[in-house]
């Protein structure tokens, strides 16, 4: 998927428009998900997602972004074109697609401050109604999950042992894991891994020296800022256990499965696997 080139006045009074514009979506039966994040720095951000009406150039469905940058629409069967708006940002349009009732697409959506994004939207999964009918769970939201656990290699929760102990948040529940220690269940910089000996605390990345911390994967995205701390991964804690899927701990170098190993993640890192639907 490429863009258009937007712009941001005229996208705003088509937001405006859409308020009294866009229907119940009650009834709606196809599905636009995903995450908005910053082209230069990789990183989820808060913004607006529209699909937009290519013949009346109205929305016909919008949402906020939440503290982690995910959105939600439903639709009906139509041509639409994706949109992202952000303060301070330059809008983004995408070329028309075509989406089918039942038909479910969960994306990846870049925005950038200056000029277009270098990057496309990234498509991470497409399921099309004759399979969104035979499918009692969606096999990709676990990619991987049950040949790492099998490994032996980091702690994998699933959703029976996530909400075995009634927590509410996924900080409350790490606070709870075996070799973590989680002052602040709502602050996820508080992390710290304490299963191995020996833990540095700085490591070489970009040819500089960082400050070592946890990584953070959601969805299998790394979402955190090497480096240092941010606000989104650190409100990651109050995700509600309800929205999550799966949790997966790896506590250093030694536990490090290679599609998440990073030269500057040598104290580990832990991926959410959040719900589908």
């Keep these: 998927m490429g863009f258009h080139r937007g712009h941001w006045a005229r996208h705003v009074a088509v937001l405006v428009l ?3 514009a866009i229907p119940s979506i ?7 998900r995903g995450v908005l994040y910053d082209d230069a720095k990789g990183t989820p951000i808060r913004g607006t997602v529209m699909l937009i009406d290519p013949k009346s150039d109205a929305a016909v469905a919008y949402t906020p972004t939440d503290s982690v940058g995910t959105f939600f629409l439903q ?3 139509g041509v639409y074109q994706i949109s992202a708006v952000r303060p301070g ?7 028309p697609v075509p989406l089918q009732n039942g038909e479910r697409l969960t ?3 870049p925005i950038a401050e200056n000029g277009d994004p270098e990057h496309r939207i990234g498509v991470t999964e497409h399921v099309r109604p004759s399979q969104a009918k035979s499918e009692s769970r969606d096999p990709n939201v676990l990619s991987g999950f049950e040949q790492r656990r099998m490994s032996g290699a980091g702690l994998h929760y699933d959703r029976d042992q996530l909400t075995k102990h009634g927590d509410e948040t996924l900080g409350q529940f790490l606070q709870k894991v075996p070799g973590l220690t989680v002052p602040d269940a709502s602050g996820m910089s508080s992390v710290q891994m304490s299963r191995n000996v020996y833990t540095p605390s700085a490591v070489s990345y970009m040819g500089s020296l960082v400050q070592c911390h946890v990584g953070w994967f959601l969805d299998g995205q790394r979402v955190d800022l090497p480096g240092r701390s941010d606000p989104l991964t650190d409100g990651l804690g109050s995700l509600r256990i309800d929205v999550i899927e799966a949790v997966e701990v790896f506590r250093g170098v030694s536990e490090m499965p290679a599609q998440f190993a990073a030269p500057d993640l040598r104290c ?5 696997w959040m719900r589908k639907g």
């Design 26 to 32: 009650g009834r709606a039966q196809g599905v636009v």
């Design 89 to 95: 940002y330059k809008s983004v349009l995408s070329a």
């Design 18 to 20: 859409a308020v009294f």
């Design 268 to 272: 580990g890192a832990i991926a959410v």
């Design 107 to 109: 994306i990846r959506v």
């Design 75 to 77: 639709v009906h069967e």
